[in-house]
């Protein structure tokens, strides 16, 4: 079949830009189209985003003080629960991204991504150029600068802490095999301008007291033999992490590393007090306290939550009872997988085919519909529906982009590049 001349015009763009996946799992990815809105929008956009950050900011002091039992109860990994009250720096979270779905007039948050985020390198770098391509400006102008001097400072703290002497050996690792994760990490890698190194995750060593004979400290190393100082893993979660193990040996190598953060033999980002807010369940305990007018926020942090939050809790009863749609999503879980939207009757009416995340603990969320749109693809033009991100970077807000595809965003949505009118 012989090409479109806007998948002409599309191809033509996207392949200049170097290391970029506008294609993914064989499938249109990156449009070659534009969502102009009003620079008051991104305005409010990040105000809500400030606002919400300021209460998980809030809200993990708390959650850094529960019980294990509590914790459990949240959703979190027991075998993670050990390590989740290690002392972390002074951002809680240096790059987190909050997910928005805009209606009626209203910005609620969806969720909280804000330990592995991804969509990064297109919202602050590949969104200038096509901002520029298509001569409008950009709304995230000038935030790739501020990123660069998050990373840098980010790495800066963790080394440290560590209170080691001389230089850091830096190593930015994700993996290799996966063309998203490790351009994402490489382009932060370049960014940040330090001097560092890539390594996927599958080459790191592990090395412990019973496997040196050469009288070099335990911890992890690189394929080189260099001890690693501070380890940026931007895309694996700890979730995936704390179950991994030697293929041969069968030796627990996520706990192993997991413990030498705890010991100071090896400082991460993020941290993993950005793990304590990427539970839904936190939103859920969030929504609790607001429900009961806890004391523990105060009268304007209560506006807040009750403006920018949703109704969010660890069973669909209350939602039942009165005959309203909500969301069941995992408490860990990514990508829409294991979605499920339930309508008013108590009917299941959508869901995510994958169901990675079943043994996942459940939240019932209140059902927003996300805003309607129409974009240009290869196919011609398409309705979707549009959810917006907002980056915040150690804690303020910054870039933001647009998933379009359906009523639940999946891995197959398209990223729609965002200008201002």
Avoid at 255 to 276: E, G, R, Y
Avoid at 350 to 368: A, C, G, I
Avoid at 400 to 417: C, V
Wanted: negative net charge.
């Amino acid at each position: 079949m012989d090409k479109s001349a806007h998948q002409i015009d599309r191809d033509l763009f996207y392949k200049k830009i170097p290391h970029f996946w506008y294609d993914l799992y064989g499938t249109e990815y990156a449009l070659y189209d534009i969502k102009r809105v009003s620079s008051s929008f991104i305005k409010e956009v990040r105000h809500a985003a400030e606002c919400v950050g300021n209460i998980f900011w809030k809200t993990n002091q708390l959650v850094s003080q529960l019980d294990d039992k509590v914790l459990e109860q949240l959703g979190f990994p027991n075998k993670l629960i050990p390590y989740l009250k290690t002392p972390s720096l002074d951002e809680q979270c240096v790059i987190g991204r909050l997910d928005f779905a805009v209606s009626n007039n209203q910005i609620k948050l969806l969720e909280f991504n804000a330990d592995t985020p991804t969509f990064i390198k297109e919202t602050f770098y590949i969104n200038e150029l096509i901002c520029n391509h298509f001569q409008c400006k950009n709304p995230n102008h000038a935030e790739e600068e501020k990123l660069q001097k998050a990373i840098r400072r980010a790495i800066a703290l963790a080394w440290r802490n560590l209170g080691r002497s001389g230089d850091p050996k830096v190593v930015f690792t994700s993996h290799g095999d996966h063309e998203e994760d490790l351009w994402t990490t490489k382009y932060l890698m370049e960014l940040s301008g330090i001097a560092a190194e890539y390594v996927s995750l599958e080459d790191l060593l592990i090395l412990e007291h019973s496997s040196l004979k050469d009288g070099r400290e335990e911890g992890i190393y690189t394929p080189e033999g260099e001890r690693i100082d501070v380890l940026y893993r931007q895309t694996y979660p700890l979730e995936h992490l704390i179950e991994d193990r030697d293929p041969e040996s069968g030796t627990p190598v996520g706990t192993i590393f997991l413990a030498f953060i705890k010991q100071k033999k090896l400082a991460m980002i993020n941290p993993i007090s950005a793990f304590l807010m990427q539970s839904k369940a936190i939103q859920a305990l969030i929504w609790g306290l607001h429900s009961r007018n806890h004391p523990f926020y105060s009268s304007q942090e209560h506006d807040i939550i009750n403006t920018y939050f949703l109704p969010t809790y660890l069973d669909p009863d209350p939602f039942q009872a009165k005959g309203e749609a909500y969301v069941k999503k995992p408490s860990f879980g990514r990508e829409g997988d294991t979605v499920e939207i339930w309508n008013q009757h108590g009917e299941k009416w959508m869901e995510d085919n994958n169901k990675t995340y079943d043994d996942s603990l459940p939240v019932y969320q209140k059902f927003v519909p996300l805003m309607d749109s129409i974009v240009q693809t290869i196919q011609g033009k398409k309705p979707v529906k549009i959810m917006f991100g907002c980056f915040l970077v150690n804690g303020k807000p910054s870039s933001i982009g647009i998933r379009a595809g359906g009523q639940i965003t999946d891995n197959a949505s398209y990223y729609l590049p965002i200008g201002l009118e």
